[in-house]
């Protein structure tokens, strides 16, 4: 029996860090197994702009416990709006700090108000980032109220993708945290451009988990969890070896009283024990092999950046979750909270 994994250190390519108190509450966890990750700029107001992205990535750094410092590179996003000019995709591009575009439907999720109303909308910008070889990442989910929430992927990859696609071919896309099989299909077929993260707890939970002996509201995230048959096909795109397809937590950290509400917020923070829930979910589908090309290969490969050259060590080790994590003077209740799992980072 494997008892140990040494693998590439791995980077996260979608998290969402937060800013202030809870940015230095949650940082630690990403930064103690991650080289790199995908920061998020859905804050607060939004980071729409290259000087608001350079401000954050500063707040983030020095948000850093010491014994981290120099051990964790944030890569920046910008938030995309119906009026981002195409100047602001050159700047961001020329600040080489700046690694995507985040596109959110407006009212698609937790911060996107302020989202894109109508991607016709942003052509120019498009065609700017297009020109200048700065990725899409998008939110695939439509937010009409008549489409079902659980079709909402595979409406976007209909209405808005494979259009968006058509016009610009040469624009880079990651379709974020896909959840259904109609994404991992589409991905795989589509053109080299285009490739997708997938979450872990997409990995490990169907849609069952949301209502297991009651509402689970800590189970509820954005795309919604899935049918077991979605599941099983993320799983199967995660361990083929298809470099389309790379690790993106989406840890997503709401207080608890945010969460256990009558109307409860979107995101799941897995960024405690993120590397573990991966390989807890790869040895699954015996596919422990397969874990370092996902989690530290394919990634880099995609946002063309050199891959890491540092390791990590998970051991066969049961080990119980902590209950909750402080965040902020309240708390934060971490994914299988209080329960055991079988990887340790070392
Ligand atoms: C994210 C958040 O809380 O910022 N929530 C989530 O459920 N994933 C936003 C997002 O990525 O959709
Ligand atoms: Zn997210």
Not at 109 to 128: E, F, H
Not at 236 to 250: I, M, V, W
Not at 251 to 273: D, L, R, V
């Amino acid at each position: 029996m494997l008892t140990s994994i040494t693998i590439t250190r791995p980077d996260d390519w979608h998290l969402h860090l937060r800013d202030g108190e809870q940015l230095r509450a949650v940082l630690p966890h990403t930064a103690k197994q991650f080289a790199r990750a995908i920061i998020m700029p859905n804050l607060k107001p939004p980071v729409v702009t290259t000087e608001m992205a350079l401000a954050y990535r500063a707040r983030i750094l020095a948000a850093l416990p010491v014994a981290l410092q120099d051990h964790f590179e944030p890569l920046m996003t910008l938030y995309l709006t119906d009026n981002t000019p195409s100047s602001e995709i050159i700047r961001a591009k020329e600040s080489a700090v700046i690694h995507g575009v985040k596109l959110y439907p407006a009212g698609a999720t937790t911060n996107s108000d302020a989202g894109v109303t109508d991607i016709a909308k942003c052509y120019n910008t498009l065609a700017a980032m297009e020109r200048n070889n700065l990725p899409l990442l998008v939110h695939g989910e439509v937010t009409d109220t008549d489409v079902d929430v659980f079709d909402r992927e595979k409406v976007f990859i209909d209405r808005i993708l494979i259009p968006l696609i058509r016009h610009f071919p040469g624009l880079r896309i990651v379709f974020e945290h896909v959840t259904t099989r109609d994404a991992v299909q589409f991905v795989t077929e589509v053109s080299e451009r285009i490739a997708a993260t997938i979450t872990a707890h997409h990995l490990l939970l169907n849609r069952n988990a949301i209502f297991q002996g009651g509402i689970r509201p800590h189970h509820y995230c954005l795309p919604v969890l899935k049918r077991e048959m979605h599941r099983q096909a993320l799983l199967e795109a995660a361990t083929s070896g298809n470099s389309k397809f790379f690790l993106g937590t989406d840890s997503a950290p709401h207080a608890q009283m945010s969460k256990e509400n009558a109307c409860g917020c979107a995101g799941i923070f897995t960024a405690h024990a993120a590397i573990e829930f991966y390989a807890a979910a790869f040895e699954q589908a015996g596919a422990l092999n397969k874990l370092e090309a996902f989690a530290s290969f394919h990634g880099a490969d995609f946002y063309q950046l050199p891959r890491n050259t540092s390791s990590i060590t998970l051991k066969k080790e049961s080990w119980i979750i902590p209950e909750r994590f402080d965040y902020s003077g309240e708390q934060l209740i971490p994914l299988y909270a209080g329960t055991p799992l079988n990887w340790k980072l070392v």
